[in-house]
């Protein structure tokens, strides 16, 4: 490689403006949502309404006379089915976060004409793409938190039970197939552009095989096959057994978290392989500005 | 003579677009965008691509930052290889290319600046410096610490301005960035580009008005349907055209009357400058203007055209273009091939 002939100005690569280029995405993404005031109100407030209307359904057949918690126990393994429903919502919503996170990212880069002023600077993607999802973790870690105090609160669930730090463990975990999911859906973006239909419909897709409000293992066999090839399900799952007296799909947590790992292994360098080689793709074609 | 510091060989970009018709299954149609280009750009040179709407200017510099990849050839910029080097490319480039809409909208200025300058790897004090010269040379006001959804588009383009400065590359390519500035703003921003060349900045300059073209830079491609048709400076440019006169010339006049005109002999080329509410302007190219007025005040009497002024003028690019392609610049190259599909003939 030869030289630049003309100097490259200000450009000076090292560490620490590669770590620039990460925490300035970082700061830039907080700094506009804050701006948009109701945004944060809204993504708090919408896990609890979520969670709230089979909550509120389970009590009012219950003061029927029937005993919800008795039936829930027999086919979830706990009877707190307010707690089920409750950590159901909240991870469903970190899942949301997470999976769209680059699709998102991107779609609201287009519309708004930055994507190719950000594409053509010399930093790296991941740098970017890094920053964004720090960004995404964040907001998904804290309105997790905070749906679920607020939820257990309003519901009166009772926070402190079971293995909190095995729950954290899953989450964490959990991400990093997600995060794989998300550049996936980033590629698809770059390719239909306007994906709003799209996404509502997998996400009523991705909720029901989750099993946000029910077990899956009230799904006949081939669909529970389909659920568990989705790694927000044993995601799910691992928080709600670590939690409740729900059982582990592998009957010990150890194989469950090992199934998440082996997800987290294969998804995002997958996800990230099929991205770039969308974005080289539309470099080829039409470019990356339309939309 | 300086170094090359961008070299384009044989570069070519073709676009395949659906055509939408109602119901119909879509149409594949391609475009060739760039066709064959070759170029050398020079260290320290502004240097302009003058071309009308479509002509492929911006498909070139989207080409040469990295945005797209091109379908044949290849090119060179500040050394680096531009399909094996991409990052080192854009490392070296400070870009304007969609005007006001490559901001943050809910940054303010200041925050829109840092930010870019950190994707560049611009050091962080580097960044607060550079900030406060750019807002000193570009006499940004307190507008810089505002949101930039708060901007008059004057202000949006300053601002999107700083942006491609941020980083104090090289290289700058600027892509029609007065097009939507008041002739105030245009001046000054021009005075700017050539500040910035004078402390060494090489700029690569589009636009589709010919006097920006003239006043601004060195050396001048005009480009037409993804060719260059011509390249040299502005004045070698003028001089190539063999014409000694020009005459502008505007009033009602029929298709058939510029036809005829254009066939008279020691006229060169004529072409339609610009149509509006049923006025016509027409810029006639020829070797004397003393020996044509006579024989054209005839033409004009004759077919009764009306006529709202004759003028003798002295040739600029615009007439190079007029010559080259037997079209004024103003006219839309897309809308051409548009009617060349349809058979209507265009006015070629
Ligand atoms: N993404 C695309 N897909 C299909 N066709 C395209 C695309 N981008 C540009 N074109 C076509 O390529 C040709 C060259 O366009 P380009 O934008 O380079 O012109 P230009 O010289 O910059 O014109 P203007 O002065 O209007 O900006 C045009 O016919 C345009 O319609
Ligand atoms: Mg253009």
Redesign the interface.
């Given at each position: 490689?030869?030289?630049?002939?003309?100097?490259?100005?200000?450009?000076?690569?090292?560490a620490?403006?590669?770590f620039?280029?990460f925490?300035?995405?970082l700061k830039?993404r907080f700094?506009?949502v804050s701006?948009?005031k109701g945004a944060l109100l809204m993504e708090l407030f919408m896990p609890i309404v979520f969670a709230a209307l089979p909550i509120l359904l389970g009590v009012s057949i219950a003061s029927g006379g029937v005993d919800v918690g008795q039936n829930w126990k027999d086919t979830t393994g706990t009877a707190d089915f307010k707690a089920y429903m409750l950590i159901g919502s909240s991870t469903f919503m970190v899942v949301m976060l997470m999976t769209w996170l680059v699709g998102f990212w991107l779609r609201r880069e287009m519309v708004?004409?930055?994507l190719?002023?950000?594409?053509?600077?010399?930093?790296?993607k991941y740098l970017?793409i890094g920053g964004v999802t720090g960004y995404a973790l964040i907001r998904a870690f804290v309105a997790f938190v905070l749906s679920f105090v607020l939820g257990s609160f309003v519901f009166g669930i009772n926070l402190f039970q079971g293995n909190m730090l095995m729950a954290a463990m899953f989450i964490l975990v959990g991400l990093l197939p997600l995060w794989g999911i998300s550049f996936m859906f980033g590629a698809l973006i770059l390719r239909i552009k306007e994906a709003d239909s799209i996404i509502n419909l997998l996400q009523w897709v991705l909720s029901f095989f989750m099993g946000v409000f029910f077990p899956i293992t009230v799904l006949p066999g081939f669909l529970r096959l389909i659920a568990q090839s989705f790694p927000p399900t044993w995601m799910t799952n691992g928080v709600r057994a670590a939690l409740l007296d729900v059982s582990f799909f592998f009957e010990t947590w150890y194989l469950d978290l090992a199934m998440i790992l082996v997800f987290a292994a294969v998804f995002p360098l997958m996800g990230y392989g099929i991205f770039i080689a969308t974005e080289?793709r539309m470099?080829?074609?039409?470019?990356?500005?339309m939309y | 003579m300086a170094?090359a510091?961008i070299k384009v060989e044989n570069l070519s970009k073709t676009?395949?677009?659906k055509e939408r018709k109602k119901f119909l299954r879509p149409k594949k149609r391609t475009i060739e965008a760039l066709k064959d280009v070759d170029l050398t750009i020079y260290?320290g040179e502004i240097f302009g691509l003058l071309g009308p709407n479509g002509a492929g200017k911006t498909t070139l510099i989207?080409c040469l930052?990295?945005?797209?990849?091109p379908?044949g050839g290849a090119a060179w910029v500040?050394?680096?290889d531009l399909l094996k080097?991409e990052?080192?490319v854009?490392?070296?480039?400070?870009?304007m290319?969609?005007g006001e809409?490559?901001?943050?909208?809910?940054?303010t200025g200041r925050?829109n600046l840092?930010?870019?300058?950190?994707?560049?790897?611009?050091?962080?004090e580097?960044r607060v410096e550079?900030i406060t010269y750019l807002k000193e040379l570009l006499k940004m006001g307190e507008f810089i610490d505002r949101?930039v959804e708060t901007y008059s588009s004057g202000q949006k383009m300053i601002m999107a301005f700083a942006?491609s400065l941020?980083?104090?590359?090289?290289?700058l390519f600027l892509d029609e960035p007065t097009v939507t500035m008041d002739v105030h703003a245009a001046r000054d921003l021009r005075r700017i580009v050539k500040q910035l060349n004078k402390e060494?900045h090489?700029i690569v300059y589009t636009t589709h008005q010919m006097y920006e073209a003239e006043e601004l830079c060195d050396r001048v491609a005009i480009i037409d349907k993804g060719e260059i048709i011509a390249l040299g400076t502005p004045t070698e440019l003028k001089k190539s055209l063999n014409v000694k006169d020009a005459i502008e010339l505007e009033g009602a006049i029929p298709k058939g009357v510029v036809q005829i005109i254009k066939e008279m002999p020691g006229v060169i080329e004529a072409a339609i400058k610009e149509e509006k509410r049923g006025t016509t302007t027409l810029g006639i190219m020829c070797e004397n203007s003393r020996i044509i007025l006579p024989k054209l005040m005839e033409v004009l009497l004759e077919n009764e055209v009306q006529i709202e002024y004759i003028k003798p003028m002295d040739a600029t690019l615009e007439d190079v273009f007029i010559v080259k392609t037997g079209r004024a610049l103003s006219v839309d190259t897309a809308e051409l091939a548009k009617e060349k599909d349809r058979g209507a003939g265009g006015l070629d």
């Open positions: 490689m030869a030289g630049p002939i003309a100097g490259l100005g200000y450009y000076e690569k090292s620490r403006t590669s620039g280029v925490s300035s995405v830039a700094r506009i701006r948009y708004s004409g930055t190719e002023s950000v594409w053509v600077s010399p930093a790296k970017i080289r470099k080829k074609t039409q470019g990356m500005g | 170094q510091i676009f395949i677009s260290d989207k930052t990295t945005l797209l990849i379908s500040n050394g680096f080097e990052n080192m854009r490392a070296s480039l400070g870009c290319l969609m809409r490559g901001l943050y909208w809910k940054l925050e840092d930010y870019f300058g950190a994707l560049y790897h611009v050091p962080k580097k550079r949101t942006k941020i980083n104090n590359a090289p290289i060494g090489t």
